[in-house]
Structure formats: C-alpha cells, structure tokens
C-alpha cells in the first residue's frame, strides 16, 4: 500500500473504534488489527495513538469548517450567519467530546484535558484564519473582532468540558450559551 492509503486506513479503523469503543477502551493493537497492518506501521505514520486521533479530528474539523463557511453568501444576514456558525462549531466539539473521548474520561485525564487545549488552539486558530480569509466575511468585519469572537466562544465552551459534572449539565450549558451569550458576542463583533 501507499502511504497516504496506509495513513488513510489507519485513521478510518481508528475512527470507527473510538466511536463504537471510545478513545481510552481502544488499544492500538486493535486499530493495527481492523486496519490489517503490523503495529509497528502504525508508529511509521503516527508517533502515538492521540496524534492519530489528532489527524482524524483535523480532518473532521477541517471538513466541517469548509463546509460551514461555504454556506454562506453576502445576502445572509451576518449576525445570524456568524451566530449559527459558531453555534455548528460549538456542536463539533461537542460531537468530539460526546462520540471519541467521553465525558468522563475529559474530566478524570490530565493527558486528555491537556489534548483537548491543543485541539482548542487549533480549532481557534483554523476558525481565525478561514473567517479572515473568506472574503465577504473579511470585507464585512474586522480581524480582530472575529478574533474575538472565536476566542471568547471557544474558552466558553471548551470550559464545558472540564466543569460540568454530568452529560446533562454539558447540554445545558451549551443551550445556555446558544440562548444568553451567543448572541452578545455576535452583536459585540457586528457592531
């Protein structure tokens, strides 16, 4: 196999097992055993399980983030627009924390709640430059007004992870982001 498809085989055998298993219940020995290579290729390609866990969240992230600033159009309503895609990029992290790591491994792992301040940072940083970068929403609002929004939505949220006691508080939480601060935040940046 070629190395972009070893790399590509590793990342889907992982990514089904940390969704059906978690990330802390699957073992690397068992994504080398659904991908059907030796163990030691996988640490060809990755120095450890969390940077193919890293590689298959960038990737998920990367899509989605595409995906979202695609949609919109100098018609939309900004405030609205830029309301809902934080709120969607808030639902991604949710979505990681939910389906590949777990609530309960976030709060109990020092290694995990570090990971995710990384993925944070590089989520803040991915979010940063593709807004800035997309014309119409770089034209319409200004760098660091964008900065600010990101930056004061992800600290809000990734706090979640690390401060709510049960999967309900997190759901809360983000409704209460959606519904009291969200939509400060934007004004703040439209305005």
């Known amino acids: 196999m070629e190395a972009d498809k070893v790399k590509e085989s590793i990342k889907k055998a992982a990514r089904d ?3 059906r298993y978690g990330y802390k219940k699957t ?3 068992e994504i080398a055993r659904r991908a059907k290579i ?3 290729t996988i640490y060809k390609y990755f120095d450890s399980k969390e940077l193919v866990l890293h590689a298959i969240l960038m990737d998920y992230i990367r899509e989605s983030v595409a995906d979202l600033l695609s949609k919109y159009n100098n018609q939309a309503d900004l405030e609205t ?3 809902n895609t934080i709120l969607r990029v808030s639902r991604l992290t949710y979505t990681i924390c939910n389906e590949f790591l777990g609530w309960d491994f976030i709060r109990e792992s020092t290694n995990t709640q570090e990971y995710l ?3 944070s940072d590089d989520l803040e940083f991915l979010l940063i430059s593709s807004f800035i970068n997309n014309a119409e929403i770089g ?3 200004a760098p660091e007004k964008l900065t600010f929004l990101i930056k004061a939505s992800k600290n809000i ?3 979640f992870a690390f401060t709510s006691v049960s999967e309900a508080d997190v759901r809360k939480n983000f409704v209460s982001f959606q ?3 969200l939509p400060y935040l934007v004004k703040a940046t439209v305005e």
Do not use: C, H, P, Q
Request: hydrophobic share 50%; net charge positive.
């Open 81 to 83: 627009y830029l309301g």
């Open 38 to 40: 030796a163990k030691a």
């Open 139 to 141: 034209k319409a609002v």
């Open 157 to 159: 949220v990734f706090s």
């Open 117 to 119: 301040r990384t993925l």
């Open 27 to 29: 073992s690397v020995n």
């Open 179 to 181: 519904k009291e601060i």
């Open 17 to 19: 097992l940390f969704r």
